[in-house]
């Protein structure tokens, strides 16, 4: 069977056009032209509708970023060693990463989980263990994750919405860190949007042309030996992604069950959201998509789910950067 919303006992409903009516009655009322704050007014009528309330109240802000290693990195596609992703998770609780500076502008709180780092962090305050595997398998070989710790991720990334709503926040963001990640990434959008290897696969940490030769290569033998079956996104995510990838996925899908609007960031954020929006496609009605990266999979994976971004600045960074500036907007 496949996993669907129903196997986790979450409701999903549409947003109610009721609340959009009543939002752009106000915003046709105000003393300006109809219409001249442009995609300003839509976020704003958005929100009353997903709020489900005239005059909503945005109260405290998160980014989850979720921190993963995988065993991709032996096949050399990235231009930095895996060590690197647990020397950012220290990064982040010190506060010291891009992801600190524009949350703190944005008035967020960063919220820190591990998911899969190839790294015993011992006891440090802030950092949330959630670790579902230390590291997936190399998806040129194996499957990334079993199927179960697929599910796993994906109820991590809910179980966090729910535990940090019930705490007071209501505006939530995804982020992710893992060395590597924009391979999986690849592969799970070539597989949901049917679209050729080379139209999705950009140069993630800036690699050069050999390298990126192989890092097509690598991604086509993935699906290749792998099989991964388009028509179940939890399969797609346990044969080629990633438990931070799910946890993004779980984040949507906690969001929209909650009533509540999420911001995606870039293209591993946004490959999250497609498997989120492949298990239970209304959630597409409580995402907000970021900015439009330099990686060329995040616009095949926004266009395939008809998200309009609402900034394009060239941001290839990750950690949730691009969310946390949309969250000023």
Excluded at 59 to 81: M, N
Excluded at 306 to 318: A, I, K, M, Q, Y
Aim: hydrophobic share 45%; with cysteine.
């Amino acid at each position: 069977m496949v996993f669907g919303v129903k196997d986790m006992n979450l409701r999903i409903e549409p947003i109610k056009k009721e609340f959009l009516d009543i939002a752009w009655q106000r915003l046709n009322s105000l003393t300006k032209p109809p219409g001249s704050l442009g995609r300003l007014e839509e976020i704003a009528a958005r929100l009353v509708a997903i709020y489900e309330s005239p005059m909503p109240e945005i109260k405290k802000k998160a980014v989850f970023v979720f921190a993963s290693d995988h065993g991709v990195t032996q096949e050399g596609v990235s231009a930095y060693p895996k060590e690197v992703t647990a020397q950012m998770v220290f990064n982040f609780l010190k506060g010291g990463a891009g992801i600190n500076v524009l949350a703190r502008h944005a008035g967020a709180d960063v919220v820190v989980v591990d998911m899969g780092v190839d790294y015993d962090f011992g006891e440090i305050d802030g950092l949330i263990k959630r670790k579902v595997v230390k590291g997936t398998r190399n998806i040129a070989k194996f499957h990334a994750l079993s199927r179960n710790d697929a599910i796993k991720s994906i109820e991590i990334g809910i179980e966090l919405v729910k535990e940090y709503y019930s705490r007071g926040y209501n505006l939530f963001a995804t982020g992710e860190m893992g060395i590597g990640n924009t391979t999986p990434s690849s592969a799970i959008v070539s597989v949901l949007t049917d679209s050729n290897v080379e139209e999705v696969t950009g140069r993630g940490t800036g690699i050069d042309d050999r390298i990126f030769k192989r890092k097509v290569e690598v991604i086509k033998r993935a699906i290749e030996i792998n099989k991964p079956d388009a028509s179940d996104p939890v399969d797609v995510l346990a044969k080629v992604g990633g438990p931070e990838i799910g946890a993004c996925a779980g984040v949507v899908l906690g969001c929209a069950s909650l009533k509540l609007p999420v911001i995606i960031d870039g293209f591993i954020s946004t490959a999250g959201a497609l498997i989120a929006y492949c298990i239970e496609p209304v959630v597409l009605e409580y995402i907000f998509a970021s900015h439009n990266s330099v990686e060329r999979g995040h616009k095949k994976a926004l266009d395939f789910m008809r998200l309009n971004p609402l900034f394009d600045l060239n941001l290839r960074l990750g950690e949730g950067t691009g969310a946390a500036v949309a969250m000023t907007i």
